[in-house]
């Protein structure tokens, strides 16, 4: 019986979440045994053609060419998932959604007439349906795998939503928010990273994206308590996942950071 078959698609990004799937090292000859990397040119030249069983999408819709082909890649696979902050929010080319893409162009290239994108980068699922969306920069490896070996056993993938907060009570892991002051968005944020900031003592800046059914108002009530300088909390809230709604709705909570003229002073 002829294996499933897998595509791998790059949109606006780094590669970094293809990297991951690459770097599965233990797993990777295992999931070569079961699937058919039929598309994935990080990996091999050699491709196979469509219709594909699975498309693994990395990065945002950031050109008129990408919002074109993510038209196409829907109508040739059975199963979408959006992997990683890009692809599932926009990544961190998103900060350019609220301001003028003109004037950021002259502002950075010489000839902003060869540039060809579209005002806004935005997440897959703004432009098709995506059957499942992993976050994180870069995506969880494993949870890579759980996608597929779901596919396989035709279930549903279990993906955990929690807030990272839990996994650092799980593995004792001091919160540096309590012992050491610093603004964390640990509380708000979707588990994946195995707590890789706080664990290394210092705050999330979620980039694994806002947690479902968290209430970002009485986070960001501790995290502004412990603010160091104006504007940490902001810069925290717009990072990588900076265009997910909860994260943006979050901004227009928080206080005015002052502007220069008042000395830095709240
Ligand atoms: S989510 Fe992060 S690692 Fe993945 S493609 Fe975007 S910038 Fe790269
Ligand atoms: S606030 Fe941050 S450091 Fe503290 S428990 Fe939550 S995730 Fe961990
Ligand atoms: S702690 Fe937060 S910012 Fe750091 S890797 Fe995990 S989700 Fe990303």
């Known amino acids: 019986m002829a294996k499933p078959t897998v595509a791998v ?24 045994g079961v ?38 890649i829907r109508k040739q696979c059975k199963t979408l998932v959006a992997i990683g902050a890009c692809a599932t929010s926009g ?6 959604n609220t301001a003028s893409l003109d004037d950021l162009a002259l502002k950075v290239y010489e000839h902003p007439e060869y540039l060809h994108s ?13 059957d499942y969306e992993l976050w994180g920069c870069p995506v ?9 070996q779901a596919f396989l056993q035709k279930r549903r993938p279990n993906l955990p939503s929690h ?25 708000g944020t979707r588990t994946g990273c195995g707590v890789l900031c706080p664990s290394n003592g210092r705050g ?7 947690a479902p059914h968290t209430d970002l108002k009485t986070v960001l009530a501790s995290m502004n308590y ?9 810069g925290l809230l717009l990072n990588i996942s900076n265009n997910a709604p909860a994260f943006r709705q979050a901004v227009d909570l928080l206080p005015a950071v002052p502007s220069e003229t008042t000395g830095g002073k709240k």
């Not at 698609?9 to 070569?32: H, I, M, P």
């Not at 058919?36 to 990996?43: G, T």
């Not at 969880?140 to 597929?148: G, H, P, T």
């Not at 412990?226 to 902001?234: F, I």
Request: proline share 7%.
């Open 9 to 32: 698609y790059k949109f606006s990004s780094c590669d970094g979440c293809q990297l991951s799937l690459l770097n599965l090292e233990d797993e990777l000859l295992d999931l070569v």
């Open 163 to 187: 807030s990272i907060c839990l996994d650092c009570k799980r593995k004792g892991v001091v919160c540096v928010m309590v012992a050491y002051g610093m603004p964390c968005l640990g509380p």
């Open 91 to 96: 990544g961190i080319q998103a900060l350019r």
């Open 35 to 72: 699937v058919e990397l039929a598309y994935f040119l990080e990996a091999r030249r050699q491709t196979l053609p469509g219709p594909y069983d699975i498309a693994l999408v990395e990065g945002s819709v950031s050109t008129p060419h990408e919002a074109e082909r993510i038209q196409e």
């Open 204 to 210: 999330c800046y979620g980039c694994f994206g806002p």
């Open 118 to 130: 579209l005002p806004t980068s935005t997440p897959i699922a703004e432009h098709v349906k995506v």
């Open 226 to 234: 412990v603010e160091r300088h104006p504007g940490e909390v902001k």
């Open 140 to 148: 969880n490896k494993y949870q890579l795998v759980e996608v597929i």
